[in-house]
C-alpha cells in the first residue's frame, strides 16, 4: 500500500471517528409530552400556574367564566365573576396577587387571591389608558416593590407601581412610559434578572433591563428568518432561570434559549403537533424538567404536559442593600443631562434652616431647604460642580463661600452665602487656563485659607488660593498636576490634609491636598467589583466615631463607602430605591453627591447624603436631587 494511500485511510478514518464522536456528544433533543386538558372551561384568554409554595392548582383567565383557580384536573375552586385576557401572578406570603384585564371596563386590574381559602380580594383598578393594552406582566424588585409592565398597540408601555410586599397600594402610580415594538402583545418579568421580554410578532423577542430606574435599551433574544430561527412569527414566552420559551404559533413551533453572558443561544426547536395556532405557554419547574401549559387559539383547547429539559442559571449581579429618599428637591428647570453636583450648607446656629445647593449645568445654581423647596435660583451660566466651606473674608465682610465650576467661561463662579440668612449672592469669578473646566472642591485647612481645586477633562487640575481683598475675588495659581485620563469628582479631607479625586474610568487617587507638596498619586480603589465606571461624584462623611469616603458607581446605580483612611477598606455599597409611602422615585446614574454628619434635626438627625438623580421618574419630569436619611445607609450597610 502506498504512503499516499495509507494517509487517505487515516485521514477517513479520523474523519467517521469526529462524525461518530460528534453524533454521539450531541445533545438529545429535549422531549415534549402533550395531552388536552380542561376542556369545559371556554374563552380562556390567559393561563398560569399558582406560584411554587402556594399549592398545586393553577389560574386562568376568561372572557367568559372569569378569573379562575382551578386544580390539576380543571375543575374551578374559586371564581372571581367577569370578562378577562391575560394574566400573571406573583406569590404574596399566603397570598396571590394576580393581574388581568378587564374587557368590560378596559382597564388593568389586581386582586388578591387566598389560595386556601379559596377567596378573592377586592380589585384594585389601575387608571383608564389612553391606548389599548394588548397585554401584561408583573415584576417585583429587590425592595420588594411591585410593578405592572403594560404593553399597547402603537409602541406604547408603561411600568406603574402597585403594591410593596405583601400589600396592594391604595392608588397605583405611573413610574414610566416605555417605548415598545408596535406589535408588541406579550410580556413577561424574570425578577431576579430584572429582565422585561416583550414579543414584536413579524420580528422576534426583545429584552429590557426591567428596574424602574433602567435605561430603556434592549437587545434581541430571537429574531425571525433570515436573521434568526423563529419560522414565522413570535408570540407568548414564558422565563426559567438562565432561560427563555417562546411559541411560534402560525408555525406551531415551540422555541428553547440558553442565556448566555452576551445573549442567547439557541437550543431546540420542538413541533407542537396537533396544535394549529398556539397562543398561551405558562411553565412550572419540577424534578423532571418543566410541566407546560399551553393554548391552541385555533379551537380553544388547553394541554398540559412535561418537558424534559432545563436551563443553566446564569449568573447575577450581587444584590445590594436599598435606602430610600426621605425628600426630594423640586425639578430643576431645563430638560435634559442639567442637574449634576450637590453641596450642603450648614446653619451655625440653626441646622433646620441649613441649605442643600445644586448646579443646573444648563443654567446656573440653585438653591433649596431641607424639604427639596426651591428657595432661590441664579442664572450665571453652565455650572458643573460646587462646593462649600466656612468663614470667607469677602471685604469687610465674613460669609461663608461656595464655588463652582463655570463651563462657560472656564472659570469659577464665587458665591457668598449669609451666615444668619442663608442667602446667596454672587461674590465674583476667577478665570483659570483649562479649556473645557469640569470638576471642583475646596479646600481648608487649619489655618483658615481657602483653595479651589478645579479639574479639566483632560486630566489637568489646577489649585488656587482664594482671597477677597476690597470685596473683590482673586485667585492665585499655586499647583498644577495632572492625571492620565478625564477626572470629574473631587473632595478634600481638611483635618488629614488629603484629597481624594476620581478618575472615571479608573478609579479613586488620595493626594496631598497641600499646594506645597508634590502631587504624588496613591490608590484607593481601582474600578472593578462594585465601583463601576464612571466614577463621579465623591463626598466625606466625618465624625467623632468614624469617617467615610462616599463614591458614586454611576456605571451600576450603587454608592460605595470606604473608611476615609488607609487601607480604605470597604463597607459595601448600596442602591437608592422607590420610596412607596413617600411617592419618591429611586436615584440612577447619579453624578454628583454630597453628605454630611450635621445634626440637621427630623429625619436628618445622624446627617444627610444628597445625590443628583439622573432619571426622575414617578412622575417622569427634569432631573432633581434626592435626600437620604444617614440613618439609612447606616442601617443598609450595618456600618460600626
Known amino acids: 500500500m502506498s504512503t499516499v494511500s495509507t494517509a487517505r485511510n487515516r485521514l477517513l478514518a479520523l474523519c467517521i471517528g469526529m462524525i461518530c464522536g460528534a453524533a454521539l456528544a450531541a445533545p438529545s433533543v429535549p422531549g415534549l409530552n402533550l395531552k388536552p386538558w380542561a376542556e369545559q372551561t371556554p374563552g380562556v384568554t390567559g393561563l398560569g400556574f399558582v406560584p411554587a409554595g402556594t399549592g398545586a392548582d393553577r389560574l386562568l383567565a376568561s372572557e367568559r367564566e372569569g378569573l379562575l383557580l382551578v386544580d390539576e384536573q380543571g375543575r374551578q375552586l374559586a371564581r372571581f365573576k367577569g370578562s378577562f385576557n391575560g394574566l400573571d401572578s406573583r406569590a ?68 406603574w407601581l402597585v403594591g410593596h410586599g405583601a400589600q396592594l397600594s391604595a392608588e397605583p402610580q405611573r413610574v414610566r412610559g416605555l417605548p415598545l415594538p408596535p406589535e408588541a402583545k406579550f410580556c413577561q418579568v424574570d425578577d431576579a434578572a430584572q429582565q422585561l ?34 419560522r414565522k412569527s413570535a408570540g407568548a414566552m414564558a422565563r426559567v432561570p438562565g432561560g427563555v420559551l417562546g411559541l411560534d404559533p402560525k408555525a406551531a413551533q415551540l422555541h428553547l434559549y440558553q442565556q448566555q453572558e452576551k445573549g442567547w443561544v439557541a437550543q431546540a426547536t420542538l413541533p407542537l403537533a396537533g396544535l394549529k395556532e398556539p397562543e398561551n405557554i405558562a411553565l412550572r419547574a419540577s424534578d423532571k424538567g418543566l410541566q407546560v401549559l399551553l393554548r391552541d387559539d385555533e379551537d380553544g383547547r388547553l394541554y398540559q404536559g412535561q418537558l424534559n429539559w432545563q436551563a443553566t442559571p446564569v449568573a447575577l449581579p450581587p444584590v445590594l442593600p436599598t435606602v430610600q429618599a426621605a425628600a426630594q428637591s423640586e425639578p430643576v428647570g431645563r430638560q435634559g443631562d442639567a442637574a449634576d453636583d450637590p453641596a450642603i450648607w450648614v446653619h451655625p446656629q440653626q441646622p433646620s434652616l441649613s441649605r442643600v445647593l445644586g448646579t443646573n449645568k444648563k443654567q446656573g445654581l440653585l438653591a433649596y431647604d431641607l424639604q427639596g423647596k426651591l428657595l432661590q435660583e441664579l442664572a450665571v451660566g ?28 472656564n472659570s469659577l463662579s464665587l458665591f457668598a452665602i449669609d451666615r444668619a440668612s442663608g442667602e446667596l449672592s454672587e461674590a465674583g469669578e476667577v478665570p483659570t487656563p483649562l479649556k473645557e473646566i469640569y470638576g471642583i472642591c475646596l479646600f481648608q485647612p487649619a489655618s483658615g485659607e481657602i483653595y479651589a481645586i478645579a479639574n479639566d477633562k483632560d486630566g489637568t487640575f489646577v489649585q488656587y488660593r482664594l482671597s477677597a481683598p476690597g470685596g473683590t475675588a482673586q485667585g492665585e495659581l499655586v499647583r498644577r498636576f495632572k492625571v492620565a485620563s478625564q477626572p ?6 481638611d483635618q488629614r490634609q488629603r484629597l481624594f479625586l476620581g478618575e472615571e474610568d479608573v478609579g479613586v487617587w488620595a493626594v496631598d491636598a497641600r499646594p506645597e507638596q508634590p502631587a504624588t498619586l496613591h490608590s484607593v480603589i481601582k474600578v472593578g467589583g462594585l465601583l463601576q465606571a464612571d466614577v463621579e461624584g465623591l463626598a466625606l462623611y466625618q465624625s467623632n466615631a468614624r469617617d467615610y469616603l462616599v463614591i458614586s458607581s454611576q456605571g451600576n446605580d450603587s454608592y460605595l463607602v470606604l473608611d476615609a483612611e488607609p487601607p480604605f477598606a470597604s463597607h459595601g455599597a448600596f442602591r437608592v430605591s422607590l420610596n412607596a409611602r413617600a411617592g ?22 445622624q446627617g444627610l447624603l444628597v445625590v443628583q438623580d439622573g432619571r426622575k421618574r414617578m ?22
Open 584 to 605: 419618591i422615585d429611586g436615584a440612577s446614574e447619579t453624578d454628583g453627591l454630597e453628605v454630611t454628619s450635621a445634626n440637621l434635626g427630623g429625619p436628618w438627625s
Open 92 to 159: 404574596a406570603g399566603g397570598q396571590l396577587l394576580v393581574a388581568s384585564l378587564d374587557n368590560q371596563r378596559q382597564q388593568a386590574l389586581l386582586v388578591s387571591l387566598d389560595p386556601a381559602r379559596r377567596t378573592w380580594g377586592q380589585p384594585l383598578y389601575l387608571p383608564t389608558r389612553d391606548y389599548p393594552v394588548n397585554g401584561l406582566c408583573l415584576y417585583r424588585d429587590e425592595a420588594s416593590n411591585l410593578f405592572l409592565f403594560l404593553v399597547g398597540e402603537e409602541g406604547k408601555g408603561e411600568q
Open 197 to 230: 421580554l416583550v414579543n414584536e410578532q413579524n420580528v422576534g423577542w426583545w429584552a429590557y433591563p426591567a428596574h424602574a430606574e433602567a435605561d430603556t435599551a434592549r437587545q434581541p433574544v430571537a429574531l425571525r428568518a433570515p436573521f434568526g430561527d423563529i
Open 619 to 640: 412622575p417622569e419630569q427634569t432631573q432633581n436631587f434626592k435626600f437620604v436619611p444617614w440613618a439609612e445607609v447606616t442601617q443598609a450597610l450595618k456600618l460600626p
Open 488 to 493: 470629574e469628582g473631587c473632595v478634600a479631607d
Open 382 to 409: 453652565r455650572l458643573n460642580n460646587v462646593d462649600v466651606r466656612p468663614n470667607f473674608q469677602l471685604g469687610e465682610r465674613r460669609v461663608d463661600l461656595a464655588v463652582a465650576s463655570n463651563r462657560d467661561r
